[in-house]
């Protein structure tokens, strides 16, 4: 199992906070991104982006301090 890909981590509904659906009304799991710029930050998206569905997104959690950005990054690429 890849783990570079946002695939491989299992999608987290939230149900401690209040439901976050999308703009088809389906509700939007949150997920963690591991790119460059948002690297460990929290993130709703739509469930059926990879399959050519909405483009929704909202983050669940600020902006890490850059050093924490760049230890994830570290961590994400080390083998």
Known sequence: ???HSSNSQ????????PAVKCHCNKLAPRD????????GRR???C???????YD???CY???MCDRA???LLQLRDSE
């Open 43 to 45: 993130f709703y998206g």
């Open 61 to 63: 959690d600020g902006k």
């Open 56 to 58: 929704f997104f909202k």
């Open 47 to 53: 469930s059926d982006f990879q399959d050519g569905g």
């Open 32 to 39: 963690t991104s591991w790119s460059d710029l948002n690297s």
């Open 69 to 71: 950005t760049e230890l």
């Open 1 to 3: 199992m890849d783990s």
């Open 10 to 17: 299992p999608r987290e509904y939230a149900y401690d906070v």
